[in-house]
């Protein structure tokens, strides 16, 4: 599979499991905040600033259909960490700049894994 | 286990803070050993299936639920130093947008499940990969137990910040006995998706897993050595 391939293949993934799985998850509290709850010190948790935003809660504000509100705003998630974290993988990558230095480079040509 | 606004006293959120910063500079310099044109897109694509991963919560009895962290998983994939930022996007993205896991918690998520998580999954994946035979199939079975050591050690790790520095006066040992017990549970879950996810890797393109890098190259110089492989490979001119 070429790496292209691959990434978008990853890509369609990670849209179906925010945008269509998400909404079969399990919307009891997390272990923190259930131990929180027994224990007793989830009072002192407080509203936090962006709770009014238009995303809060994986929800899309404007959106009535809880299916398709959760959805869109995993999918907005999952392109907006994806467009964040693809930009400062590029920003603070090595070159593979031809001075002879990046051995890694060379992996790049290797059949390795192909079919 | 986002840690939301309240939990955690100021200074202690200011220390996390400043723990944070400095964990992800760290990272922004490490990185660059890791990441090269190839690899800069994979770990986009790792932090965007973190935070899809996160939002499937699933059961853990008792009206309880756990969620990937996704720290060992995102180590074992593009390197521990990727790693750190991978999942500082993804608690920031949540952070501002999602409403899960505080503002002023910021530091204190990303200290517990971006450095703690990930500096655990990476050390327990490397151990255990010094000392098991140096075989691709083992490294999925290996980042699962990583993955599942992780977790109950994160939750540690917030039981001591809130010995530190907790809000409401709750009994320690309660407290760090009911968050072992439930990550020890979530842990198992947080195994098996790291395993399946890896291992399904692993199967398509190991050379794109960072944590396989060094089986693959030992396998390499294995079938250069063995007599009979006649066959002329074209990465043994590499």
């Known amino acids: 599979m070429r790496t292209r391939t691959f990434v978008l293949a990853g890509i369609v993934v990670a849209l179906l499991l925010a945008g269509v799985a998400s909404y079969y998850a399990s919307s009891h509290p997390d272990g923190l905040e259930y131990v929180a709850e027994r224990t007793g010190f989830i009072d002192s948790a407080d509203e936090t600033a962006t709770a009014d935003g238009p995303l809060a809660d994986y929800r899309t504000r404007g959106v009535d259909d809880a299916r398709v509100s959760g959805g869109l705003a995993g999918v907005l998630g999952v392109v907006l960490t994806l467009l964040l974290a693809t930009g400062i993988g590029f920003a603070v990558r090595r070159r593979s700049a031809p001075d002879g230095r990046s051995d890694r480079g060379d992996q790049e040509h290797l059949p390795t894994g192909r079919p | ?238």
């Open chain 2, 1 to 238: 286990m986002h840690v939301p606004d309240g939990f955690l006293d100021v200074s202690t959120s200011v220390a996390t803070g400043a723990v944070a910063v400095a964990g992800v500079s760290l990272a922004l310099r490490g990185a660059r050993r890791e990441l090269d044109d190839r690899a800069a897109p994979m770990a986009g694509l790792t932090a965007a299936f973190v935070f899809a991963t996160q939002m499937l919560n699933f059961p853990v009895g008792a009206g309880t639920s756990g969620h990937l962290l996704g720290g060992a998983l995102a180590a074992v994939l593009v390197g521990p130093w990727t790693a750190v930022l991978c999942l500082s996007v993804v608690l920031l993205v949540q952070s501002l947008l999602f409403a899960d896991g505080g503002i002023t918690a910021l530091g204190t998520n990303i200290t517990l499940m971006g450095l703690v998580g990930v500096v655990v999954g990476w050390l327990v994946f490397r151990g255990l990969q010094r000392l098991l035979p140096k075989r691709v199939g083992l490294v999925p079975a290996i980042a699962a137990v990583a993955a599942f050591v992780s977790v109950p050690v994160t939750a540690l790790a917030f039981v001591g910040l809130y010995a530190v520095g907790g809000q409401a006066p709750v009994p320690l040992d309660t407290l760090a006995v009911a968050m072992l017990g439930w990550h020890s549970v979530i842990g198992v879950g947080e195994a098996a998706i790291t395993g399946l996810v890896v291992g399904s890797v692993v199967s398509v393109r190991p050379d794109l897993v960072h944590g396989a890098r060094r089986v693959l190259a030992a396998r390499t110089l294995e079938v250069r050595t063995a007599p009979e492989s006649a066959p002329a490979r074209v990465d043994g001119a590499a």
